[in-house]
């Protein structure tokens, strides 16, 4: 096989990956390059957060392939839009290729150092945009000072809090978390981050840090005053009717016991006792719980101001939510993936001495382990506005089971890179008929996909989602 057809039959492997797969933070589908402000202005929130792929040719809803007209202009009209609408400068990979007897274009935006980037012409202040979900949305002036903010080597919580000093830090406090760990002297919270570390002065003339304030401050709504849980318990699963509240607005050290407790006392617990040994069993997982929790205030971006951490508590599920988006430059497939990218360097470095985490990243699988052995239905994380949320569900799995048929469609195409309705029947010994009929079924059930030209394509071919 040639160097040239074994790139095509690449590429047409790449794009049908691509084509399984819904829009998302890093994915949009465009049928056509006009209007091109719409791709202009994704190409300016992939390069503010965390970079992402345009496949223009693509039909959104259904992925009916309709491919570019005369590709090569619309790539050179892409080029120069870019050059001369968007600054800082943003360099994307622009790739034509040919799928099905349809060119499509490809554009591969990467995450910028140079953030925000935004239209030349309409400014920052009202151009400057971020990909939330699937949808591109306009940064607010927190958000844009969050984004210069990933040019400094300092993060949020390293900063010094105006006007403080070590007066703000409850001592009393620092020495009751650590008994068990070390003993502390006031210059360990220097090199801890909890106060500023300046260079010639002293432990007790340097002022306190963001993450100081939050982990240890009597003060903290002086310096932070969105900086709090606000915790509440719901009848049925909206918020329509409130049966409990509390607000915590205690330093966030000790923080953590007094969120379980308003959760605990909002699930089904039972004691179990063995060998005389009394045990509660939560109707969450409390490891998932506890790790959610201490995830919220991990990542929160304190600095976006304007609300607080929630807990809400429902009949069918637990969502604890906190401000601030993924760190920038990175997705959900590192997300999932375990890779870690600190928000918070002086919480981090406090909370694992105090063995509240153990690895970095690893708080995700272990939410995850935990409801799936718990035969629970997987959580769910999701970038809501600018927040974040972690959502544990109480109700067990229950799976919607596939016919004979079915399952021998989807375990066929769990091999493959795709394949026709003729090449499905004829591979299980049945009419192309009655093949349809199951993979109708397979299609309603969302289990597999189809991509076409048309709905008469006789070239359509059957993927398994997440191919």
């Known amino acids: 096989m040639t160097s040239e057809l074994l790139q095509s039959k690449f590429q047409s492997m790449n794009i049908e990956k691509t084509l399984t797969q819904n829009e998302s933070k890093v994915l949009e589908f465009k049928e056509t390059v006009d209007p091109i402000q719409k791709i202009l202005t994704t190409i300016i929130s992939f390069s503010n957060t965390s970079g992402g792929k345009i496949v223009l040719g693509i039909e959104d809803k259904t992925k009916v392939i309709k491919g570019i ?17 968007i600054e800082p400068l943003v360099v994307p990979n622009i790739e034509t290729i040919s799928y099905q007897g349809k060119d499509l274009l490809i554009i591969e935006v990467f995450p910028g150092n140079s953030r925000p980037y935004h239209f030349k012409l309409k400014g920052e202040s009202s151009s400057t945009y971020v990909r939330v979900g699937s949808t591109n949305r306009v940064a607010d002036s927190f958000m844009i ?23 703000d830090i409850d001592m009393d406090l620092v020495k009751g ?17 909890v106060l500023a570390d300046r260079e010639h002065d002293s432990a007790k003339s340097c002022p306190v840090t963001y993450g100081g304030v939050l982990l240890f401050s009597k003060n903290k709504a002086r310096y932070l ?20 509240s509390q607000e915590i607005h205690v330093p966030f050290v000790i923080a953590i016991p007094e969120a379980m407790m308003f959760i605990r006392k909002h699930l089904n617990v039972s004691i179990h006792i063995n060998d005389l040994q009394h ?51 990175m997705t959900f497939d590192n997300f999932y993936s375990g890779v870690s990218k600190i928000r918070n360097r002086v919480i981090s470095r406090v909370f694992h001495e105090l063995k509240l985490i153990e690895r970095w990243g690893s708080g995700v699988h272990r939410i995850i382990d935990a409801c799936e052995s718990a035969g629970l239905q997987k959580p769910t994380f999701e970038e809501i506005g600018t927040s974040f949320r972690v959502t544990l569900f109480k109700k067990k799995i229950h799976e919607e089971k596939l016919s004979s048929t079915e399952q021998k469609i989807r375990d066929l195409l769990e091999d493959s890179s795709g394949l026709s309705t003729k090449q499905i029947a004829d591979s299980i010994g049945m009419s192309t008929r009655q093949v349809r009929a199951s993979l109708i079924e397979l299609l309603n059930k969302g289990v597999i996909l189809e991509i076409k030209r048309n709905d008469n394509d006789p070239e359509k071919k059957y993927f398994l989602r997440g191919f």
């Not at 007209?69 to 609408?85: F, G, M, P, R, T």
């Not at 000072?145 to 007066?167: C, M, Q, V, W």
């Not at 978390?177 to 981050?193: D, Q, S």
């Not at 005053?225 to 409990?244: C, L, N, V």
Request: glycine share 6%; with cysteine.
């Open 225 to 244: 005053p969105d900086a709090w849980i606000q915790a509440g318990s719901f009848q049925g699963e909206t918020r329509a009717h409130i049966i409990d």
């Open 69 to 85: 007209e005369n590709v090569q202009q619309a790539e050179e009209k892409l080029a120069s839009s870019i050059y001369d609408s």
């Open 177 to 193: 978390a650590f008994p068990t760990v070390r003993k502390l002297k006031t210059e360990n919270l220097m090199t801890m981050g």
């Open 145 to 167: 000072e969050s984004l210069r903010r990933t040019k400094s080597p300092k993060l949020f919580d390293e900063l010094e809090a105006p006007g403080s000093s070590i007066k």
């Open 279 to 329: 045990k509660e069993e939560w109707s969450l997982p409390q490891v998932a719980v506890r790790e959610s929790l201490i995830n919220a205030l991990l990542h929160c971006d304190y600095s976006l101001g304007g609300s607080p951490i929630r807990i809400a508590l429902y009949n069918d599920r637990l969502e604890i939510e906190n401000p601030g988006l993924l760190p920038f430059g």
